[in-house]
C-alpha cells in the first residue's frame, strides 16, 4: 500500500469511530420515544394512518407488519414503472417499463438491494425515481433499523411477550433519523456539485467533433438492411453531446446513508454529477458506515453495556481493516500481463501505477479500492469503479465481502442483527467447548435460538450457490455471459451473491437485464432479505420472553479480546467457508491463468 493509501484509511477510520457515538446515543434516545419535540408530528401520523402507538407486538405480528409493508411497497414501484408513460415529471417522455424488468427494480428497491438491471438516465422519469425509488430508499432502510432495534429488545428485554410496535419504529427511524440526516447530506452534496434539478436534459457542444458509423436509412426512416440481415452503416459526426439532468443530490443521500445504492445514473458513484470530487467520494465512503456504526454504540446503550457495542464494532473494524488492505493492495500491484510485456506499473509522480482499468483517474486506485470494500461491506451497492475490471484477487474482495453475510458493518440495521445471530452462534460454539450452556447478555441459548440461526445464516449460501449453479446449467443463464472461462462464472456467481445479500452491485459484464435473470435475481432479493428477517424477529420474541439469568463465575465474557477474536473467527469459518469452492472455480482460478500466462 501506498502512503497515500494508509493515509486514507486512517482518516476514514477515524472520522467513522469519531461519529460513531454521538450518533448511536441520538438513535437509541429515538428509537426509545424520548425525542418529545416532534411527538405532535409523529403522532399526527399515527392518528392518520390509524395506529394505536402504544399497542406493541410480539416477534410473529412485528414480522407479518414487516411483510404486509414491503409487500405493498413492490405493488407501488411495480405501478409506478408501468405506468411511467401517462405520469407527470417525465421530461423525456420515457416509456413503460418492460414488466420483468418493473418486477425485479421493485423488488430489487423494497428488499433494499437496489440492483439495477438498466440505465437510469434513459429509462426511468423523475416522477418514479422520486415517489418509487427514492422513497422506497427511506422504507427500506427504516426497515433494517427496526429489525435490530426489535432484536436488541429481545435480548433487553426479559419476561415479556412483545418487542414493539413495528409501525411506531418504523416512523421514528424515519422521522427523526433518516429525514433530517439526507437533508444535511443531500446540501453537503449539492456544495460539492452534485446536480438537483428538474430540468428536461440539454444538449451541450463539445470540444472536439465525434466520428462514427451511424445506421442508413430509408425513405421512411427505418434502418437498411444487407442480404444478411445486418445493418447498413454510414460514416457520421457530432459535436453535441446530450446531458442528462434530474434531482439527483436527493437521492444520491439517501442511497449512502440507507446502504442502499441505486443509482441515479447508469455509472452511478463513478458518474460526476453523482460523486464530482475526491472530497464527495470521501464523504459518500463515510455516509455508508455511518448508521451501522452508530448502531453498534444503540446496542451497548439499549442492553445497558456499552462494551458490547464496542466488542461488536472492534470486529467489524478489524476485518474491515483486512478487506480494505487486501483490496488496495492487489490493486496495486497491477496486471502481469502487461508487466510481461514491459509496461512499468510502478507508482511515480506522473502516474498512479498498479491496475488502473476500469477506474477514475479523480480517485485513482486507493480510492477506489476502498470504495469498493466499504460498498461490500455495508449493503449498498455505489459503486465508483468497475468492479468487473479489478484483478482477480482484488474482484475477490468485494465478493468475500457480501458472502460473508455483509455483516462487517453492513446495511443500516442488518449489519448489526447479522452480527449478533454470529454472535449468538459464537457463545453457543464456546458453551461446547467448555461443557456448559450457553448465554449471552444473560439469556440462555437453546435449541430454539439455534435453529432460528442456523435459518438465518444458511438461506443466502443456498440461495447464492442454487441461483448460480440453475444460471450455468441453463441456456438462458449461459447467454448473458460475455466473458467465457473462469471470469465469467466468477460474474455470475457476484451477481447471485450481491443480490441474495441484498447488496445490488454487479461485476457488470454480465448481460442480466433479461427475463430469466429478472426473475432468478428478484426471487434471491426477496427471500435473501426476509428469510433472514423472519428467523431474525422470531429469535427476539423468543429472547424476550426468557427470564435473564445473572452473571456467575461460568459466564463467558462477551465484551474482551477474547471474544472478539471468537466472533472473528466464528464470521469467517461459517460465513464464507460454504462458498470456497465456488471461489475457487472463479477468481482464484483466473488469477493462476493470469499469472500463468504471464
Not at 51 to 61: Q, S, T, W, Y
Not at 479 to 508: D, K, M, Q, R, V
Amino acid at each position: 500500500m501506498t502512503s497515500h493509501a494508509w493515509l486514507l484509511l486512517g482518516a476514514f477510520l477515524a472520522v467513522l469511530l469519531l461519529s460513531a457515538r454521538p450518533l448511536g446515543q441520538y438513535i437509541a434516545h429515538v428509537m426509545e420515544g424520548r425525542f418529545r419535540s416532534g411527538r405532535p408530528v409523529e403522532n399526527f401520523l399515527y392518528r392518520l394512518c390509524g395506529v394505536k402507538a402504544d399497542e406493541e407486538m410480539n416477534g410473529l405480528r412485528y414480522a407479518l407488519a414487516l411483510i404486509l409493508f414491503n409487500g405493498l411497497g413492490v405493488l407501488a414501484v411495480y405501478a409506478l414503472q408501468r405506468l411511467q408513460a401517462v405520469l407527470p415529471l417525465n421530461p423525456q417522455q420515457m416509456a413503460a417499463v418492460t414488466p420483468d424488468s418493473a418486477f425485479n427494480t421493485a423488488i430489487s428497491f423494497v428488499t433494499n438491494t437496489n440492483w439495477q438491471g438498466y440505465g437510469g438516465e434513459s429509462t426511468m422519469g423523475y416522477l418514479v425515481q422520486m415517489l418509487g425509488l427514492t422513497v422506497q430508499n427511506f422504507l427500506s432502510a427504516a426497515t433494517g433499523i427496526v429489525v435490530v432495534i426489535a432484536l436488541i429488545r429481545g435480548i433487553a428485554r426479559h419476561s415479556t411477550a412483545t418487542i414493539g410496535n413495528a409501525w411506531v419504529d418504523l416512523t421514528r427511524a424515519t422521522l427523526y433519523l433518516l429525514l433530517p440526516l439526507s437533508v444535511v447530506m443531500a446540501v453537503v452534496l449539492v456544495g460539492q456539485g452534485v446536480i438537483q434539478n428538474f430540468d428536461a436534459y440539454r444538449d451541450v457542444a463539445t470540444l472536439e467533433v465525434t466520428h462514427y458509423d451511424a445506421p442508413k436509412l430509408d425513405a421512411a426512416g427505418l434502418p437498411l438492411k444487407d442480404a444478411n440481415d445486418a445493418p447498413i452503416t454510414e460514416p457520421a459526426e457530432t459535436n453535441t453531446q446530450t446531458l442528462a439532468m434530474g434531482p439527483v443530490a436527493s437521492q444520491e443521500a439517501i442511497k449512502l446513508l440507507g446502504t442502499n445504492g441505486g443509482g441515479f445514473f447508469n455509472a452511478n458513484s463513478a458518474h460526476p454529477y453523482e460523486n464530482p470530487t475526491p472530497l464527495a467520494n470521501f464523504i459518500e465512503m463515510l455516509a455508508i458506515f455511518l448508521i451501522p456504526a452508530a448502531l453498534c454504540v444503540t446496542f451497548g446503550r439499549l442492553v445497558g453495556d456499552e462494551r458490547q457495542g464496542w466488542a461488536v464494532l472492534a470486529a467489524m473494524t478489524l476485518m474491515f481493516v483486512a478487506m480494505a488492505w487486501s483490496a488496495m493492495t492487489f490493486e496495486q500491484q497491477g496486471n502481469p500481463g502487461l508487466a510481461a510485456l514491459g509496461v512499468d506499473q510502478g507508482v511515480s509522480a506522473s502516474q498512479p501505477g498498479g491496475n488502473m482499468e476500469g477506474k477514475e483517474t479523480r480517485f485513482g486506485i486507493a480510492d477506489s479500492a476502498l470504495f469498493a470494500t466499504v460498498t461490500t461491506a455495508a449493503s449498498c451497492g455505489a459503486v465508483n469503479a468497475m468492479h468487473d475490471s479489478f484483478t482477480p484477487l482484488g474482484g475477490l474482495v468485494p465478493l468475500a465481502n457480501m458472502q460473508l453475510g455483509e455483516v462487517v458493518f453492513g446495511g443500516v440495521g442488518t449489519g448489526l442483527y447479522g452480527m449478533l445471530v454470529f454472535a449468538i452462534l459464537a457463545v453457543f460454539i464456546a458453551g461446547l467447548m467448555i461443557g456448559r450452556t450457553p448465554e449471552y447478555l444473560g439469556k440462555k441459548i437453546e435449541a430454539y435460538e439455534m435453529k432460528m440461526s442456523s435459518i438465518a445464516i444458511l438461506v443466502t449460501p443456498l440461495l447464492v450457490l442454487l441461483g448460480t449453479a440453475v444460471a450455468v446449467m441453463t441456456e438462458a443463464g449461459r447467454a448473458g455471459i460475455a466473458n467465457p472461462g473462469a471470469h465469467g462464472f466468477s460474474e455470475i456467481l457476484y451477481a447471485l451473491t450481491s443480490a441474495a445479500n441484498n447488496n445490488g452491485s454487479a461485476f457488470a459484464g454480465l448481460s442480466a437485464n433479461t427475463p430469466f435473470y429478472n426473475v432468478l435475481l428478484a426471487v434471491a432479493m426477496w427471500f435473501g432479505r426476509f428469510g433472514v428477517i423472519v428467523p431474525v424477529l422470531a429469535m427476539a420474541g423468543s429472547l424476550a420472553a426468557k427470564k435473564r439469568i445473572p452473571a456467575s463465575a461460568g459466564s463467558m465474557p462477551t465484551h474482551g479480546p477474547l471474544f472478539v477474536t471468537l466472533l472473528i473467527g466464528t464470521v469467517l469459518l461459517v460465513g464464507l467457508l460454504n462458498y470456497v469452492p465456488a471461489l475457487a472455480l472463479g477468481p482464484v482460478i483466473e488469477h493462476l491463468l493470469l499469472w500463468m500466462a504471464a
